[in-house]
């Protein structure tokens, strides 16, 4: 149930203790195979894939291909995409692939439709205004079915790590960061029910926690030969892309709550009602 039908206040406790819910609800365990999951779940289903073409022309070659996958497991794939060159060598490839630009509404994707899966991986980042997205999905999805979104986790250690030293090393064309409750609210004003929210590993904790002590030590020893922190910009750049976060907040995190929000990617399944029109 949405908080509005509670209160009128989006402050209020009743309207928080709503959300708390629909989070705690979906709260799942974090997983370490991103696409695996994925293919779980548009296992024998009719899929559309948006952003199938990736940043480079070519991808699709590769084995590990998203779209590619979902080939293999889902009874029907229809790909959408914004860059026509990308979308020409996928369609020379054999792909079923349209362009179209999803954020302006169903367009030719009504023909294909309904969906039981709409996939939009690492795509909400990108985009100026994320409601549209789901409004797209709300728009093409049979009753029961399922929007599946993955988009960088903004509560990755290292990822607020460099947020808090202010270093630019992220995909410059992301415009935005979607946080859990934030998903919640913009499925809710379309009809969609978060039903499922994880994040996902690099790798496992232990060593990723091996990695940041390794990291903290060497930056200690720095500093004990008189070696300046602030050397260089190039250098806090290089901490934040190997996932520099402080250790001992990590150990922290990692025998809390907080542990499955530990994950680089976050992974959201969003749910249209089986009685909507």
Excluded at 51 to 60: L, P
Excluded at 127 to 155: D, H, K, S
Aim: aromatic share 6%; charged share 25%.
């Amino acid at each position: 149930m949405s908080w509005r039908a509670r209160s009128d206040d989006p402050n209020s406790r009743t309207a928080l203790a709503a959300r708390q819910a629909a989070l705690d609800a979906a709260a799942a365990a974090p997983i370490s195979n991103r696409i695996r999951r994925i293919t779980e779940l548009c296992a024998g289903r009719r899929v559309l894939d948006i952003g199938c073409v990736d940043h480079h022309v070519g991808t699709h070659e590769q084995a590990t291909f998203l779209h590619r996958r979902l080939v293999e497991s889902a009874a029907s794939v229809v790909g959408v995409d914004i860059e026509p060159a990308g979308v020409a060598a996928m369609r020379e490839a054999g792909f079923d692939v349209v362009v179209h630009d999803v954020c302006t509404g169903p367009g030719p994707l009504a023909e294909y439709g309904p969906f039981d899966v709409v996939v939009a991986g690492e795509v909400v980042e990108h985009l100026a205004a994320p409601q549209a997205l789901f409004e797209f999905a709300a728009a093409v999805l049979a009753p029961g079915g399922a929007l599946l979104l993955t988009t960088p986790n903004p509560y990755a250690p290292h990822r607020v790590r460099a947020g808090q030293l202010g270093i630019a090393w992220e995909n410059v064309d992301h415009v935005v960061y979607v946080f859990p409750s934030g998903v919640v609210e913009l499925g809710e004003r379309t009809g969609l029910h978060l039903d499922e929210h994880r994040t996902v590993l690099v790798r496992p904790m232990r060593k990723e926690l091996w990695r940041a002590l390794k990291t903290s030590t060497s930056l200690a020893s720095d500093r004990l030969r008189g070696r300046s922190r602030a050397a260089t910009r190039d250098e806090d750049l290089e901490h934040a892309l190997n996932r520099y976060a402080s250790p001992v907040e990590l150990a922290f995190a990692m025998l809390g709550r907080s542990s499955r929000f530990l994950g680089e990617t976050s992974l959201y399944v969003l749910r249209k009602p089986v009685d909507s029109p």
